[in-house]
């Protein structure tokens, strides 16, 4: 009988296997600076039963919204005095969670502004430098 080198002789162990082998050099990104790649998330997983996973997101989110929730409950709940509201020469009485409420909304819809209006610049920008070249 003939044996082939990748058939293990009968009653010895094979060859250790060597593991992977790294490259001389680092490998490059895109823009060519010696930064070392992203690798795959689930290269890095091997198969690992317990690793993160569109699901398991989407849970967390949900109880960390859950969370977010009843402490607005409570919040709104022990703050239900009502306050003296001026703005503009506007005036009104309002429950004073309702009062931050409102402005927590403004900060939160001016700042996405800002954010988006920073966006579409560096977008603008962007685009200019790929019809340059």
């Not at 689930?42 to 989407?58: E, H, M, Y």
């Not at 989110?61 to 703050?79: M, P």
């Not at 509201?85 to 996405?112: C, D, K, S």
């Amino acid at each position: 009988m003939t044996q082939t080198p990748e058939e293990p002789v009968a009653g010895t162990t094979p060859p250790a296997d060597p593991g992977p082998t790294t490259p001389a050099q680092p490998a490059t990104g895109p823009s060519g600076d010696r930064s070392p790649r992203r690798r795959d998330a689930r290269a890095d997983a091997g198969g690992d039963p317990l690793r993160g996973s569109v699901t398991s997101g989407v849970w967390a989110a949900l109880v960390a919204f859950g969370v977010v929730l009843v402490l607005l409950v409570v919040f709104i709940a022990q703050n239900t005095e009502p306050v003296l509201v001026r703005f503009l020469g506007f005036e009104g009485e309002t429950p004073l969670a309702v009062a931050l409420l409102i402005a927590v909304a403004a900060g939160l819809l001016l700042t996405a502004l800002a954010g988006s209006l920073r966006l579409w610049q560096v977008r603008r920008r962007v685009r200019r430098e790929a019809k340059r070249h």
